[in-house]
């Protein structure tokens, strides 16, 4: 999403670079929506793709659909979710014309609609898998009953959730329990939270709950937020949003770190604003 003119709005040539860096570091998965950059980044991503010499098997592809935003490209004049049958297919195809690719790796539903049927989601889906156009089929910000709903005869794999230090609630709420009983994997969008953005009485808490364990641990703030969230069991992946070569060979670096059980509590305590009862 910061990739293209909804962040850093970077070059061809700066996304091709980036595309190589992150093969070479051992990151291959993009997730993309067709929405972002007002339909305009995965067009720009596939430019830089196809200038780069990386083999598409090398790729994992993530994609959403299911949002409709006013733009240039879709003259609208609101936001409302659709899933029918032929939206959802003729989005994954044009995500495949601009991706310059000819299979998703993974298609995400991006937000659940109350209008949203589970035989009209299913059909397109097992059509889509059939032509060989995804191999593997989740959603993003869904609940436990949401997915129930709609998973009537093809499994989802994957649901893309917030998810932090600062948004710890789908740790309680059910939503980390359902996905680990259904085998349903993990990811997390803005996995370091609101920290580094907001300067409140929680941030303070949990700044001053890190100072001991940026010794102990010889690693940074951020590095310690994502491995506080990467050591769940639900065994998250965080969907990392920096542009910035640094930050992402810094957060590389967190894979390797697995925070002592206190430790790990210190920063939720810390977050929360109360002991543990």
Same mark, same amino acid.
């Given at each position: =999403?910061? #990739?293209?003119?909804?962040? $850093?709005? +970077?070059?061809? +040539?700066?996304?091709?670079?980036?595309?190589?860096?992150?093969?070479?570091?051992?990151?291959?998965?993009?997730?993309?929506? %067709? *929405?972002?950059?007002?339909?305009?980044?995965?067009?720009?991503?596939?430019?830089?793709?196809?200038?780069?010499?990386?083999?598409?098997?090398?790729?994992?592809?993530?994609?959403?659909?299911?949002?409709?935003?006013?733009?240039?490209?879709?003259? *609208?004049?609101?936001?409302?979710?659709?899933?029918?049958? &032929?939206?959802?297919?003729?989005?994954?195809?044009?995500?495949? !014309?601009?991706?310059?690719?000819?299979?998703?790796?993974?298609?995400?539903?991006?937000?659940?609609? @109350?209008? =949203?049927?589970?035989?009209?989601?299913?059909?397109?889906?097992?059509?889509?898998?059939?032509?060989?156009?995804?191999?593997?089929?989740?959603? &993003? $910000?869904?609940?436990?009953?949401?997915?129930?709903?709609?998973?009537?005869?093809? @499994?989802?794999?994957?649901?893309? *959730?917030?998810?932090?230090?600062?948004?710890?609630? @789908? =740790?309680? %709420?059910?939503? !980390? %329990?359902?996905?680990?009983?259904?085998?349903?994997?993990? =990811?997390?969008?803005?996995?370091?939270? $609101?920290?580094?953005?907001?300067?409140?009485?929680?941030?303070?808490?949990?700044? $001053?709950?890190?100072? @001991?364990?940026?010794?102990?641990?010889?690693?940074?703030?951020?590095?310690?937020?994502?491995?506080? !969230?990467?050591?769940?069991?639900?065994?998250?992946?965080?969907?990392?949003?920096?542009?910035?070569?640094?930050?992402?060979?810094?957060?590389?670096?967190?894979?390797?770190?697995?925070?002592?059980?206190?430790? #790990?509590?210190?920063? !939720?305590?810390?977050?929360?604003?109360?002991?543990?009862?």
């Amino acid at each position: =999403m910061n #990739w293209g003119v909804w962040g $850093n709005n +970077l070059s061809t +040539l700066e996304m091709a670079n980036l595309i190589e860096t992150g093969l070479s570091l051992g990151i291959n998965a993009f997730d993309h929506a %067709d *929405i972002y950059g007002d339909y305009t980044t995965e067009t720009a991503f596939g430019k830089a793709y196809a200038q780069t010499k990386i083999a598409r098997e090398e790729l994992f592809l993530i994609s959403k659909c299911g949002i409709q935003c006013p733009s240039d490209f879709n003259p *609208i004049l609101l936001n409302y979710y659709s899933y029918s049958k &032929s939206y959802i297919i003729n989005q994954v195809e044009r995500s495949l !014309l601009n991706l310059k690719t000819d299979y998703l790796d993974l298609l995400l539903l991006h937000r659940p609609s @109350p209008l =949203m049927q589970g035989d009209e989601i299913n059909s397109a889906i097992d059509q889509l898998k059939a032509e060989g156009k995804i191999k593997n089929y989740g959603v &993003s $910000n869904f609940t436990p009953s949401q997915i129930d709903l709609i998973q009537e005869t093809t @499994p989802i794999l994957f649901n893309q *959730i917030e998810c932090s230090l600062t948004h710890y609630q @789908p =740790m309680f %709420d059910d939503t !980390l %329990d359902h996905m680990i009983n259904k085998n349903i994997q993990t =990811m997390a969008w803005a996995p370091l939270g $609101n920290y580094f953005k907001e300067k409140d009485e929680a941030q303070q808490r949990i700044e $001053n709950a890190l100072k @001991p364990l940026l010794k102990k641990y010889d690693a940074d703030e951020d590095e310690l937020i994502l491995a506080w !969230l990467m050591r769940h069991p639900a065994a998250i992946h965080p969907v990392i949003g920096t542009t910035k070569v640094e930050r992402i060979k810094k957060s590389l670096r967190a894979v390797d770190i697995v925070l002592d059980e206190i430790d #790990w509590f210190s920063l !939720l305590v810390a977050s929360q604003g109360h002991r543990m009862p």
